[in-house]
C-alpha cells in the first residue's frame, strides 16, 4: 500500500518538475519584465528586423522578472541554453543565432550564442556584458542598457561574425566597433528624442504655454493576419489640452513569425549587478 501512494505522489508531482520555459511575444523582442516602453519595443523590434533582413541573424531579447518559475533549479547558464534551443533561434544550418536573457529581479543576464560561434567569441560577449550592459542596469537603467548593450552585441559580435570575421585577439574592442556601437544606440534613439523635444517647444494650441509633454502606447498590438494600432498621445501639464493622434503598425510578416531552427552549443557569457 505504501508503494502505491508513494507512485502515485510521483505522478502528480511530476508536471511540477517538468521544464516549461515562456513563450516568445515577437522573434526580436519579449519584454515580460516591462523593462521597455512601447516605443522602445517598436524600435527595438525594428532594428532586428533590420539585422535579419540584412544578415540573416535572428537577435532575440527576452525580459523576465526572474527565472524561478520556469527553472529554479538550473543555473542561469542552464536556462539560458535551454530556451535558446527550445525556441529554435538562429538558422538552422548556420547556427548564429544569439539571445539576450535579462533577469531583472535575479539581477542577472546572459548572452548565448548559437553554436556556430567559436569559444573565442565567449571573451567578445562578456566584453559587451560589462562594458554595455552592466553599468547602465547597476543603475537600473535598463532601457539604456538593452539599447546600447544590443547594438554592442550587432557591432561587436553578429555583423562581424556574419562577414566571416574571426573574433579579435584582443580583448580591445576596436575603435571601428566602438563607433559603430554609439551612432547606432544614437539612430535608435534620436528620432523619438527629437519628435519629443520639438513638442515641448511648441506652444500649447490651448493656452499658449510650452508645457506639452507627448507619450506612445499600442493599444493593439499587430499580429500575422491583422494589423495593430498604435497612438501617439499630447497633453498640456498646464492645461486640460488632450490631443491623440493613431496610426497604423503593419502586419507581422509571417517570414519573421518563427525562429529558423537553430541551437545552441552553450556559448556565451553572463553578468550579475
Same mark, same amino acid.
Given at each position: 500500500?505504501?508503494?502505491?501512494?508513494?507512485?502515485?505522489?510521483?505522478?502528480?508531482?511530476?508536471?511540477?518538475?517538468?521544464?516549461?520555459?515562456?513563450?516568445?511575444?515577437?522573434?526580436?523582442?519579449?519584454?515580460?519584465?516591462?523593462?521597455?516602453?512601447?516605443?522602445?519595443?517598436?524600435?527595438?523590434?525594428?532594428?532586428?528586423?533590420?539585422?535579419?533582413?540584412?544578415?540573416?541573424?535572428?537577435?532575440?531579447?527576452?525580459?523576465?522578472?526572474?527565472?524561478?518559475?520556469?527553472?529554479?533549479?538550473?543555473?542561469?547558464?542552464? &536556462?539560458?541554453?535551454?530556451? &535558446?534551443?527550445?525556441?529554435?533561434?538562429?538558422?538552422?544550418?548556420?547556427?548564429?543565432?544569439?539571445?539576450?536573457?535579462?533577469?531583472?529581479?535575479?539581477?542577472?543576464?546572459?548572452?548565448?550564442?548559437?553554436?556556430?560561434?567559436?569559444?573565442?567569441?565567449?571573451?567578445?560577449?562578456?566584453?559587451?556584458?560589462?562594458?554595455?550592459?552592466?553599468?547602465?542596469?547597476?543603475?537600473?537603467?535598463?532601457?539604456?542598457?538593452?539599447?546600447?548593450?544590443?547594438?554592442?552585441? #550587432?557591432?561587436?559580435?553578429?555583423?562581424?561574425?556574419?562577414?566571416?570575421?574571426?573574433?579579435?585577439?584582443?580583448?580591445?574592442?576596436?575603435?571601428?566597433?566602438?563607433?559603430?556601437?554609439? #551612432?547606432?544606440?544614437?539612430?535608435?534613439?534620436?528620432?523619438?528624442?527629437?519628435?519629443?523635444?520639438?513638442?515641448?517647444?511648441?506652444?500649447?494650441?490651448?493656452?499658449?504655454?510650452?508645457?506639452?509633454?507627448?507619450?506612445?502606447?499600442?493599444?493593439?498590438?499587430?499580429?500575422?493576419?491583422?494589423?495593430?494600432?498604435?497612438?501617439?498621445?499630447?497633453?498640456?501639464?498646464?492645461?486640460?489640452?488632450?490631443?491623440?493622434?493613431?496610426?497604423?503598425?503593419?502586419?507581422?510578416?509571417?517570414?519573421?513569425?518563427? &525562429?529558423?531552427?537553430?541551437?545552441?552549443?552553450?556559448?556565451?557569457?553572463?553578468?550579475?549587478?
Amino acid at each position: 500500500m505504501m508503494r502505491r501512494w508513494v507512485a502515485v505522489l510521483i505522478f502528480l508531482a511530476a508536471p511540477l518538475w517538468a521544464q516549461t520555459y515562456p513563450d516568445y511575444d515577437r522573434t526580436t523582442i519579449t519584454d515580460r519584465a516591462d523593462l521597455l516602453t512601447d516605443a522602445q519595443e517598436t524600435a527595438l523590434d525594428t532594428r532586428l528586423n533590420g539585422l535579419r533582413g540584412d544578415t540573416g541573424i535572428e537577435l532575440a531579447v527576452l525580459t523576465l522578472p526572474s527565472q524561478i518559475p520556469y527553472a529554479a533549479d538550473q543555473t542561469l547558464e542552464q &536556462f539560458a541554453t535551454g530556451l &535558446f534551443d527550445h525556441w529554435g533561434i538562429g538558422n538552422a544550418t548556420r547556427n548564429d543565432g544569439i539571445l539576450v536573457l535579462i533577469l531583472s529581479d535575479d539581477r542577472a543576464m546572459r548572452i548565448e550564442l548559437g553554436a556556430g560561434y567559436g569559444r573565442d567569441w565567449d571573451r567578445v560577449a562578456a566584453n559587451v556584458v560589462d562594458r554595455s550592459f552592466l553599468p547602465a542596469f547597476s543603475n537600473d537603467d535598463y532601457a539604456t542598457g538593452i539599447t546600447e548593450g544590443v547594438e554592442d552585441v #550587432i557591432a561587436s559580435i553578429a555583423l562581424p561574425f556574419s562577414e566571416g570575421t574571426e573574433a579579435p585577439a584582443s580583448d580591445d574592442l576596436p575603435p571601428w566597433m566602438v563607433i559603430a556601437s554609439v #551612432i547606432g544606440a544614437l539612430l535608435i534613439a534620436a528620432r523619438r528624442i527629437l519628435g519629443d523635444l520639438l513638442a515641448r517647444l511648441r506652444p500649447c494650441p490651448s493656452c499658449g504655454r510650452r508645457t506639452l509633454r507627448r507619450k506612445r502606447k499600442t493599444p493593439v498590438s499587430p499580429t500575422r493576419t491583422s494589423t495593430g494600432r498604435a497612438e501617439t498621445v499630447t497633453r498640456c501639464n498646464a492645461c486640460s489640452y488632450h490631443d491623440v493622434q493613431t496610426y497604423t503598425i503593419s502586419r507581422i510578416s509571417s517570414s519573421r513569425s518563427s &525562429f529558423g531552427g537553430g541551437r545552441s552549443g552553450g556559448g556565451g557569457a553572463s553578468g550579475r549587478w
